[in-house]
């Protein structure tokens, strides 16, 4: 059987050495088409997987958004890389005491991976929404929008650019002996700022700047909002925030390439630049700790316990602890929170709109 490895090393015998945003973009293709890596027996695992009470917590977020965008008749629920179809379900639960939402709603799923696009149907089987697969927002009809993104942006490709004496060098995955190794393209090249001491990194989000300048483009002319949640940081800054992870753990990014979950910090900063360049407005930056406290998740909590068993009030406890634990290593800080709204929207529950210029 011919290994994405051996693919990989025949593209840059022929070809050269090729970008680290062409090496992700191989790597997840062949990685997200062919299994399902969430939960326990994959490689990593995500809030909505931790506890319903994630996605219904947003869902209440997108009816107070559609109550305030004037409760339209037919607006688009748009998910991107839903993984299992779990916080889409979640959402849709919360939204089941206000049937006018839900005939409303339009759901439609953002999805490449075919074996992923299995298993969303089997979650959302028995769900009374209409709901359609697309698989790029590109293709998506227009309309108004409510859109959600967990842990999608992280999975998009990046460049990366490394300084050096000559200036910024952008950073490639080349050949060694047969094995993967990173290297650097020679010739320099102009990006954004003088490049600082040399061996630094600077990471530059294309393709998420792009489709989040089409989000908040489509936004502006449509209405409605889009909530964006990943882990990353407001930048600019360095460093190389490449990794790869299987199984729960941090394996080598050239190791076993297709066979780990590639990603990167998002730079929100990057995200948010492209969106206002477009007209939208934005809210946040916050964590997901701080959005998840504003929104109530320690009311919703406290609800859910009145029904639930002694086990089952401990593990709510435990699954709030950890999407709001705060410390640099916990999902309530290393997570963040981005709102990108039509400038119509002044205001979203749990974050404050942002006035400051990006940069
Ligand atoms: N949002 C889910 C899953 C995150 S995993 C959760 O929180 O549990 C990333 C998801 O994005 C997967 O569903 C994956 O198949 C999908 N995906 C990755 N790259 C994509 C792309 N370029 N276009 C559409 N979907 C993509």
């Not at 027996?41 to 947003?58: A, K, M, R, Y």
């Not at 089987?125 to 697969?133: L, N, Q």
């Not at 460093?239 to 780990?260: I, S, Y």
Request: net charge negative; charged share 25%; aromatic share 6%.
């Amino acid at each position: 059987m011919s290994s994405l490895r051996d693919n990989l090393r025949h593209m840059i015998a022929l070809d050269g050495p090729m970008t680290v945003e062409r090496y992700m973009d191989v790597c997840l293709r062949h990685y997200y088409a062919s299994r399902d890596p969430l939960g326990a027996h994959g490689d990593f695992i995500t809030s909505p997987e931790i506890s319903q009470i994630f996605g219904e917590l947003l869902g209440v977020w997108m009816i107070e958004i559609w109550h305030a965008m004037g409760r339209p008749g037919r607006v688009d629920l748009v998910e991107l890389g839903p993984g299992r179809g779990t916080l889409m379900a979640d959402m849709l639960r919360a939204a089941r005491a206000l049937p006018e939402f839900l005939e409303a709603a339009h759901v439609r799923l953002v999805e490449t991976s075919p074996a992923l696009r299995q298993k969303q149907k089997a979650t959302l089987a028995s769900s009374a929404a209409t709901i359609s697969w697309h698989d790029s927002f590109a293709e998506l009809p227009e309309g108004q929008l409510l859109l959600v993104a967990n842990e999608f942006f992280d999975a998009l490709p990046v460049r990366q650019f490394v300084a050096t004496e000559r200036g910024w060098c952008e950073r490639l995955v080349g050949l060694a002996d047969d094995a993967l190794i990173f290297g650097l393209n020679p010739e320099p090249e102009s990006i954004a700022g003088a490049p600082p001491t040399p061996g630094e990194i600077r990471e530059v989000h294309l393709a998420s700047r792009s489709l989040a300048g089409d989000i908040a483009a489509r936004l502006v002319r449509d209405g409605g909002a889009a909530l964006i949640v990943d882990y990353g940081y407001w930048g600019p800054a360095y460093g190389d925030t490449l990794q790869a992870v299987r199984h729960h753990k941090f394996v080598d990014p050239l190791a076993e390439p297709g066979e780990a979950d590639l990603t990167t910090h998002v730079d929100f900063s990057q995200l948010a630049s492209a969106a206002r360049a477009r007209g939208a407005v934005l809210h946040g930056v916050d964590t997901q700790a701080n959005f998840l406290h504003a929104i109530g998740i320690a009311t919703r909590a406290a609800r859910l316990k009145q029904r639930a068993t002694d086990a089952q009030a401990k593990s709510l406890d435990e699954a709030v602890t950890r999407l709001t634990a705060t410390g640099p290593r916990e999902m309530g800080e290393l997570f963040k929170v981005l709102a990108i709204t039509d400038p119509r929207l002044a205001s979203v529950p749990g974050l404050h709109a942002r006035l400051e210029p990006n940069r």
